[in-house]
């Protein structure tokens, strides 16, 4: 049950970004962390709404967290300035010999950081699994993202 999972959540005191935002200050530097619910394409629901989410952001480095990577050019790219956009879902299909999955035939960005421009995207194939309680070469992982005062609003 996703609300009691949401609930449990916000009683832990962690903040739920559903098609919201939360603006993190240092000094006078700001950045706006943006999260959109899943916006997938079939057979997945699309209940993201980047411009309700993206209210009140304009002129600030945002990070995006859009669950599915195919969100990034299916609506970002083209709809938004967001600079990062952090997504995972494809957890290389759980499977990545000598560094192939057959997740790239299905996912055009589906694991690792993608630049378009002055745009990026990393995608990260994460610790669990789906369906089949394993992983073969598809190591778990977690992503230490730095982020750097730069000139301009820019990935590089």
């Given at each position: 049950n996703v609300d009691s999972l949401i609930a449990r959540e916000n009683r832990m005191g962690w903040c739920m970004l559903q098609n919201d935002h939360r603006i993190?200050?240092?000094?006078?530097?700001?950045?706006?962390?943006?999260?959109v619910e899943n916006s997938g394409k079939p057979p997945f629901p699309d209940r993201g709404d980047l411009p309700k989410a993206l209210q009140g952001t304009d002129g600030m480095f945002k990070v995006l967290l859009s669950h599915d990577p195919t969100h990034w050019r299916r609506k970002v790219l083209p709809d938004t300035s967001v600079q990062l956009t952090l997504s995972g879902h494809t957890h290389d299909m759980q499977i990545s010999l000598f560094g192939?999955?057959?997740?790239?035939?299905?996912?055009?960005?589906?694991?690792g950081l993608y630049l378009e421009g002055n745009r990026g995207l990393y995608v990260n194939i994460g610790l669990g699994y789906v369906l089949f309680p394993m992983r073969l070469g598809a190591w778990p992982e977690i992503t230490v993202l730095t982020l750097k005062k730069g000139n301009n609003k820019s990935i590089q």
């Open positions: 993190i200050y240092k000094g006078t530097d700001s950045i706006a962390v943006v999260g192939f999955s057959v997740s790239k035939f299905i996912y055009p960005e589906h694991r």
